[in-house]
């Protein structure tokens, strides 16, 4: 198994670019989540899915979009960058869902680095 | 909104001795899970130990343990014998449902 995979490593965009964070995982995880890490901030959930065509906001949505159309993918969407943005995105899947979001281990992709000029 | 904090934003062991790293949480939840991340300079997020609340006996793994106070809302990790690879940034998470968060995090140096 691959694991949860993240594409690009590293991006750099100008203020007002879209762009689109891939993650996949082929782990058959229900679970699937995007995080970012800021210095000194620790990982905040942006966007969560609890499995295809289910997706619900985290601590930090604003400025993102996610759609989950199959239960391998769950990319990130940004429409409209802002320097605010620039942080490292990490993706990451578990299994388990249901009421009380089940008792599966997550797990984290390699992260991806975005810089907005 | 949860919180969860780690007080010591840096801290340091002598090879081979332990140290213990510290977490606090606040919830009104009694039924959650409380993990310990490591994040080396690969970034790669690593998971260390995980509790489930609902458990009194303490988890370990190998060389990690940690000491989960449910009432006084304290989940501390305990590194034994301390190696150079374990020196990276250790995450304190509390999960609630599908809600996740991380404490800032506590820097690791191991002295050789």
């Known amino acids: 198994n691959a694991g949860v995979t993240q594409t690009p490593k590293f991006q750099v965009l100008k203020t007002g670019q879209s762009m689109t964070l891939q993650c996949a995982q082929d782990m058959n995880h229900e679970y699937m989540s995007w995080y970012r890490q800021d210095p000194g901030m620790g990982l905040r959930l942006i966007h969560y899915?609890?499995?295809?065509?289910?997706?619900d906001q985290g601590e930090v949505p604003n400025g993102y979009n996610v759609s989950r159309s199959t239960t391998e993918d769950f990319p990130l969407r940004l429409l409209s960058a802002a320097p605010s943005q620039t942080s490292v995105y990490f993706c990451?899947?578990?299994?388990?869902?249901?009421?009380?979001?089940?008792?599966?281990?997550?797990?984290f992709g390699p992260g991806t680095r975005l810089l907005v000029l | 909104a949860q919180t969860v904090t780690q007080s010591q934003p840096e801290m340091s062991v002598q090879e081979a001795e332990t140290v213990t790293l510290s977490c606090t949480y606040d919830t009104s939840e009694s039924d959650y899970y409380l993990f310990w991340y490591k994040q080396p300079p690969s970034r790669q997020m690593i998971l260390v130990i995980r509790q489930e609340a609902y458990k009194q006996q303490n988890a370990t793994e190998n060389r990690f343990s940690v000491n989960f106070q449910k009432a006084a809302k304290s989940f501390s990790l305990k590194i034994s014998d301390s190696q150079l690879g374990d020196a990276a940034m250790y995450f304190c998470?509390?999960?609630?449902?599908?809600?996740?968060?991380f404490g800032t995090g506590t820097s690791l140096t191991v002295i050789p």
């Open positions: 998470a509390y999960r609630r449902g599908y809600q996740f968060y």
């Open positions: 899915s609890v499995g295809a065509g289910i997706t």
């Open positions: 990451a899947s578990r299994r388990g869902s249901g009421t009380s979001g089940g008792r599966g281990t997550q797990y």
